[in-house]
């Protein structure tokens, strides 16, 4: 109690001085029963005991008697364990305890607010806060790590703001109701009219004052100092704290159990704590908070800076160095052991086992959904599978408080068959950004567009190891389109088409037909180390209406010009049929370094006939291009309205097609079980049965027995055989019908009606095929099933020896 008397003497006035020496004497001879005991250093008198008695019991602690926001209409407290309802031996004396460690935290801290230790629960009784703790191993995975458990928890929480944000908990006020027998009160003698007039005139005074308050903070906006808060300091919040020591924790931090977020003990947020508990104990901070938590000493085994509760405890030992601990007198240890033998421990947790089922563990959110308001801004969170769209989050950002312009959206997809992660909305500028993950048909990763419609603004990015062109991205406008590439083996890099106006109006249907006449190409290579630079193009600009091809080739090291060439592409005949002639004005050319071959006719020409045959190709690919685009955007538009999800093959729950495979696999099993059963039973136990019991068999009654079960056996293979083949025709009959009625009202029937009949007939071919792999195989089986049941009568143990001279 050494902190706590150098408290009371800072703190005290100077009317209590008296007080306060008196419990500095008391202090050094009785040490509290939940506190720490600390050798005698005078003898009390009986007068300074009573005196310190009496002052303690005069100490009123305001404690909260509804601390909870649960309302009895949401809890069925009749079907609640008893030990929600009533309070155990050792939870009597656990309050007790903790009245009394309140009553000295109040009387020593008298500027502290009270503390938060026995709340009421469910059914209106007072439990120890560190009573409602009780450890559980869950089976899942995803709760063994922090981040992953406070996400769960934060998810399953709703946030509800306190009625009083300085206190946990307010005490509501109970209506009395009206006696039967009261004096009633004197009529009002008051003129109603002038009361509304009144009540008229105070609701336009009103209206006034709102329209020029809401305008003066429309006008501040984002200029109100966020930092003018005048609860700041004041608010209370619970969170939880992570000690540094054990699973590899290298230093303590915060989670804040409503975001699932970490922090630092460093952080700004955290102003100070009050008071620390677990399931073991609980612990009062006695550090000056006036640096936040950031100096703060979490070493719980310091009586000096966290005083704790209960002393018979588990709780966490003071780091004592080496030296010190030399020094410690045994006598004082064997007696200090003594006493904590003597201490009051925890009573065990009264609430029940947490028990998570695998739906509700998957739901999290209350009722599958959880809306979440920030401040200009919405979070709307679902359960998997909730959404037929396979929308998992949401998020709206708004221009104005009241959240009625929306700016952007952001939706957070899962289980998607196209892949589609994330759709992002721009409600201003228009622009949708949408996010894929691997596994696209079109290995589609990105696509930014402002309409869905054909020759449109729009970027497409691809994953381009997933592609056999190595096509990273796609930018369209009306009346272009570039594609950057990466990896190729022919080291394009870039493509850039220009088109012309088109000549009919665009159909998707005849696009094929109707492509956009392309004006210009231009093409971009990566270096080629097997090729000299000033051979290897860099650029070739194919201009088709103008009929010339430019190229640019690479610079050559330690140069700052490239050598460029030019041909004029004409056709290969003129209007008149005569051949064209190569000639020198066809090929205009700039050499860093001219060479002799390049000059040659020969040469030029066979460049130019080869960037034609290039040309074309590069004239296809552009025109694959447009067609990819709008097959992409077809398969996007398809995607969309199907939705389809993704249904695990482990999701028995919701896969019909494991269901379905399931139930087939157990119905094998129940089959192969009644064969097995079948196969154990006594196949001459029917024919016995008609002999006298105890005679014992003759050959002839042998021979008799053999020849009735084999026969007996050979009817039941051909009753078998027959019933198959009577469904079979059965089957086939009414299929015949069923076409014979399909071609007699073909004409009159609707499409539905189709549907059904070629629905039908599916089925029954399905059964009229599966009949006849029956009939098949049992008529190969039966002659081999009737020798193994010959032999088997041969090797009976009761027909061996009887059967043995005809075997």
Known sequence: MEVLREKIEEEEEAE?????????????????????VRKEETIMTPEMLRDLEKKLSDIEITVPDKPSVITKDTIDISKLPLSYQSNTTKEEHLLQVADNFSRQYSHLCPDRVPLFLHPLNECEVPKFVSTTIRPTLMPYPELYNWDTCAQFVADFLSMEPLSDPLKPAVQEKEVEPPKKYAVKPPRDLTSRFEQEQEIKKQKAIKAEQDLLRKEEEERLGEAKNENS???????????????????????????????????????????GIESLWNHKNYWVNMQDCWNCCKDLIFDLGDPVRWEYLLLGTDKPQLSIAEEDDDGLNDDDDVEN???????????????????????????????????????????????????????????????????????????WYQNREDMLELKHINKVTGLNIDYFKPGHPQALRV???????????????????ARVDSLVKREETPKTMTEYYQGRPDFLSYRHVTFGPRIKKLNLNSAESNPRPMVKITERFSRNPAKPADEDVEERVFLILEERIQLRYHCLEDHITASKRE????????????????????????????????????????????????????????????????????????????????????DTKRNEKSKEYREAMERVMHEE???????????????????????????GQALRLKDECLSDFKQRLIDKANLIQARFEKETQELQKKQQWYQENQVTLTAEDEDLYLSYCSQAMFRIRILEQRL????????????????????????????????
């Not at 696509?447 to 190891?465: A, I, L």
């Open 16 to 36: 209590r001085e008296e007080a306060a020496e008196r419990m500095e004497r008391g202090e050094k001879t009785m040490r509290l029963p939940e506190m720490q």
């Open 229 to 271: 808060d005048p609860l700041h300091g004041l608010r209370v919040h619970s969170w939880v704290l992570v000690l540094s020591g054990k699973r590899e924790v290298p230093e303590s931090f915060f989670i804040d159990p409503f975001t699932a977020r970490s922090y630092s003990n460093q952080d700004d947020n955290f102003l």
């Open 776 to 807: 098949n195989r049992h008529k190969e089986l039966a002659p081999l099933k009737y020798l193994a049941l010959e032999e088997k009568l041969y090797k009976d143990p009761r027909l061996v020896e009887l059967l043995k001279v005809f075997a």
């Open 567 to 650: 041909f004029l592409r004409r056709t290969e005949v003129d209007s008149k049929g005569n051949k064209i002639i190569m000639s020198p004005e066809m090929c205009i050319s700039f050499e860093v370094k001219p060479m002799e071959h390049t000059k040659k006719l020969l040469y030029q020409y066979e460049a130019m006939m080869q960037l034609k045959n290039e040309e074309k190709l590069s004239r296809h690919q552009a025109w694959e291009s447009e067609l990819e685009v709008l097959e992409i955007l077809k398969l996007l538009e398809e995607e969309e309205e199907a939705h389809t999800l993704k249904i695990s093959i482990y």
């Open 337 to 411: 052991l003594g006493k904590e033998e003597e201490g009051f421990d925890m009573p065990h947790s009264w609430v029940d086992q947490i028990s998570i089922s695998p739906e509700a563990f998957e739901t999290r959110c209350p009722n599958g959904k959880k809306v979440i308001q920030y401040k200009k801004a919405m979070l709307e969170k679902w359960a998997p599978y909730l959404n037929s769209n396979g929308l998992m989050c949401r998020l709206s950002t708004y221009e104005d408080s009241e959240c009625t312009k929306t700016l952007e959206i952001k939706e």
């Open 447 to 465: 696509h930014s567009y402002m309409s869905m419609q054909p020759e449109n603004d729009r970027v497409m990015e691809f994953y381009e190891r």
């Open 673 to 699: 079980h009644l064969r097995q059963v079948e196969a154990q039973l006594d196949y001459l136990a029917p024919f016995l049965a008609q002999l006298p019991p105890g005679e014992k068999l003759t050959r």
